[in-house]
């Protein structure tokens, strides 16, 4: 159970899953607002102000599905943003489809 310490909780939620691609968000995680998308073995650190990679490469094609996806889930994206820097539970974004 958490006692509500914001050092001793690393978990790094998945909040989307689709075709392959898992994306998450660690709690108190560094600035810039940013969340990471998990393909196979590769990972990128993504943006969410301007979907740009921060650190890190997926294949492009999959890069494209998750800029799509951000796209929609902008403000989504910034809400579970704000809620992993106070160490609050994130929200479920609806998969790409």
Excluded: C
């Amino acid at each position: 159970m958490n006692n509500g310490s914001t050092k001793t909780n690393l978990a790094m939620p998945q909040i989307s899953r689709f075709f392959g691609i898992i994306i998450a968000m660690y709690f108190n995680d560094h600035n810039p607002p940013h969340f990471h998308a998990k393909y196979g073995d590769d990972e990128a650190l993504i943006s969410i102000k301007d979907f740009s990679i921060l650190e890190g490469q997926i294949p492009s094609r999959a890069l494209g599905m998750v800029i799509e996806w951000a796209a929609l889930h902008k403000d989504e994206l910034m809400a579970n943003w704000k809620k992993a820097i106070e160490n609050e539970s994130l929200d479920k974004i609806e998969p790409l489809k």
